[in-house]
């Protein structure tokens, strides 16, 4: 089958004849051409008639004109291809004064209407882009030129001044507004263009008002929840903290009567008759048996391991207290510094280590609760970076203050 298209090897342009790609090879000095069976588009715009050679040029002139059916003449116009030169361009070629006087052939700009001119200067526009805008609109009046430049926004030569042959005489109809029609319709433009930028301003001024207000909503409910846990925590912390002193009036409580029925039974006294002291033995049983079973919160593991450490040194109160202080301080240099590993790994035969902590019964044990594992055989603590929990370091410290403040921890 002939070819009906000459198809560009280096940027893959279909032209339709040898004129064309003569032309393509001087703007793009691309040589490299090949015959092809695939026809150039040829797209007839159905309500002015404009040809349109691809998609590109079609969605360009439905954007600018508003124009959406074209008919496809492609089979229509499609032929094979003839590769020789026309004798015609032969001849031109044969020519030299034609060739000359084409190369040297003046280009000047296009004349427009003076009037025009200056009213589209006055609104703004370049002389370059009025002169351009009434040229190819026909000098007809403002508006056409201002719907052309609105049209051609895009287009990359739009601020450059055109040119036509010194010998194109193109008449210059009158404007078909009187000067006072057109200071009213530039006058009207204008009011539309700002009316629609101030359309916009206000629509963006909605958006940004929404978006402050979904985020001041979302801070206000995260300070709210934030809120809500600390108070939650804090009644907790208190709660616990009534319930030891409870705990702790009660076992002196029962130690006072044990030493007032020693003291009887030496002085050969009759033993007091526990009346008082049995009703509220079932009243503890009762609720004891009424709590349900749940398995010790890792706060609750490090009450118990400082009541122990305290229980067994309770004959030295302030060789407790300091190692209370001395875990306190550990634990808030981990949590202050995460990241310094000298604070997260502690030699245990050290004897400030030894003296302070590690000498009592229920110290190391505290340690390793906070995360703080034996490595080495046992000569080192370490917490290992990974494992470091602000939460448990955080109860940690606040079991720790309380077993330092409350005068009767460990006391039961």
């Not at 031109?92 to 006087?101: G, K, M, N, Q």
């Not at 194109?168 to 539309?192: C, F, I, N």
């Not at 190391?364 to 055989?377: A, D, N, R, S, V």
Request: aromatic share 4%.
């Amino acid at each position: 089958m002939a070819g009906v298209s000459l198809k560009c090897g280096d940027c893959g342009a279909l032209l339709k004849s040898v004129e064309e790609a003569q032309e393509h090879a001087e703007l793009t000095s691309h040589s490299n051409f090949s015959e092809s069976t695939e026809a150039v588009l040829n797209l007839v715009c159905s309500s002015c008639g404009k040809p349109c050679r691809s998609k590109t040029e079609t969605d360009l002139h439905t954007k600018r004109t508003g124009h959406t059916e074209f008919v496809d003449k492609t089979l229509e116009t499609a032929k094979p291809i003839s590769l020789e030169v026309p004798k015609v361009a032969a001849e031109l070629a044969d020519t030299p004064d034609a060739t000359t006087s084409n190369q040297t052939e003046e280009m000047i700009v296009p004349e427009v209407d003076k009037k025009l001119l200056e009213e589209l200067e006055a609104m703004g526009f370049s002389t370059a882009r009025a002169t351009r805008a009434l040229h190819f609109s026909g000098n007809a009046s403002v508006e056409a030129a201002v719907n052309w430049v609105v049209e051609h926004e895009e287009d990359p030569e739009i601020d450059q001044m055109p040119l036509v042959p010194v010998n194109t005489k193109a008449e210059v109809p009158k404007p078909s507004l009187t000067p006072e029609e057109v200071k009213l319709k530039a006058q009207e433009l204008r009011e539309r263009a700002r009316k629609k930028k101030e359309e916009e301003e206000k629509r963006m001024e909605r958006e940004r008002e929404k978006e402050r207000i979904r985020v001041g909503k979302e801070l206000l409910e995260a300070k709210r929840i934030e809120e809500d846990n600390e108070r939650k925590r804090l009644l907790a912390l208190r709660k616990a903290e009534k319930e030891e002193e409870r705990r702790a009036r009660e076992k002196i409580r029962q130690k006072l009567e044990e030493d007032k029925a020693e003291r009887r039974r030496k002085l050969g006294l009759p033993p007091e008759e526990p009346s008082a002291a049995k009703p509220s033995a079932p009243v503890i049983e009762e609720k004891k048996s009424s709590l349900p079973v749940r398995p010790a919160t890792k706060a609750e593991q490090m009450r118990e391991c400082l009541r122990s450490l305290k229980q067994n040194h309770k004959e030295d109160d302030a060789k407790v207290k300091r190692a209370f202080q001395t875990l306190l301080t550990y634990i808030g240099n981990v949590a202050k510094n995460p990241n310094e590993e000298k604070f997260r790994k502690i030699r245990v035969t050290n004897p400030s280590f030894q003296e302070r902590v590690g000498a009592l019964k229920g110290g190391i044990e505290f340690m390793e609760l906070c995360g703080f594992e034996k490595i080495q055989g046992g000569e080192f603590l370490f917490l290992p970076r990974d494992k470091v929990d602000m939460a448990v370091l955080n109860s940690a410290g606040s079991e720790l203050d309380s077993a330092i403040k409350n005068p009767f921890f460990g006391v039961l």
